[in-house]
T-cell receptor
Framework: AQSVTQPDIHITVSEGASLELRCNYSYGATPYLFWYVQSPGQGLQLLLKYFSGDTLVQGIKGFEAEFKRSQSSFNLRKPSVHWSDAAEYFCAVGEETSYDKVIFGPGTSLSVIP | GAVVSQHPSRVICKSGTSVKIECRSLDFQATTMFWYRQFPKQSLMLMATSNEGSKATYEQGVEKDKFLINHASLTLSTLTVTSAHPEDSSFYIC??????????FGPGTRLTVL
């Protein structure tokens, strides 16, 4: 069965610093991968997704992620973090038989220091 | 863009009562919807897949008699928490794929059982 791990439970960065959130997946075939953000009191928002093609995926709000099959990773990056980026970030994988069925990782909580 | 709504956004009920949560796709039809549960500071756990016109598919460990799901139309799925107890208190989130490669999440329903 598919699974997703996010090694970092909580990360703190200074505003303006670069950010990388790690995600590793366990999957038999080519995975459908997603990054979502959940801000306090708000719903989930899709940042980006990877289905196939270019392994470097651009998303909204200046985020990007790189799919590395050899490392079973899909790390999220942003070159310069803004205070408004403080939120909970979830990496997720679509199930093999139905990519609509999404399995979420445990999440990484991001704090931003002004 | 497409929107998924949930009603109510917040509900408080007494132990032993049943609570119904609605999930609607507002401008697209969804033959499948998904229900998730999220405990405080935790990830989203997939509970079940709601299928229009047929029985829901429950994830392992989720009690189907406890969490009744009905997908009455192509735009509405309901989750009924029967005989609710304090341990059922949680944040319930639904999602609906638009038939393409995009899935939309509802804003969530906060259930508190006293």
């Amino acid at each position: 069965a598919q699974s997703v791990t996010q090694p970092d439970i909580h990360i703190t960065v200074s505003e303006g610093a670069s950010l990388e959130l790690r995600c590793n997946y366990s999957y038999g075939a080519t995975p459908y991968l997603f990054w979502y953000v959940q801000s306090p009191g708000q719903g989930l928002q899709l940042l980006l997704k990877y289905f196939s093609g270019d392994t470097l995926v651009q998303g909204i709000k200046g985020f990007e992620a790189e799919f590395k099959r050899s490392q079973s990773s899909f790390n999220l990056r942003k070159p310069s973090v803004h205070w408004s980026d403080a939120a909970e970030y979830f990496c997720a994988v679509g199930e093999e038989t139905s990519y609509d069925k999404v399995i979420f990782g445990p999440g990484t909580s991001l704090s931003v220091i002004p | 863009g497409a929107v998924v709504s949930q009603h109510p956004s917040r509900v408080i009920c007494k132990s032993g009562t049943s609570v119904k949560i609605e999930c609607r796709s507002l401008d697209f039809q969804a033959t499948t919807m998904f229900w998730y549960r999220q405990f405080p500071k935790q990830s989203l756990m997939l509970m079940a897949t709601s299928n229009e016109g047929s029985k829901a598919t429950y994830e392992q460990g989720v009690e189907k008699d406890k969490f009744l799901i009905n997908h009455a139309s192509l735009t509405l799925s309901t989750l009924t928490v029967t005989s609710a107890h304090p341990e059922d208190s949680s944040f319930y989130i639904c999602s609906a794929p638009d038939g393409g490669d995009t899935q939309y999440f509802g804003p969530g329903t906060r259930l508190t059982v006293l």
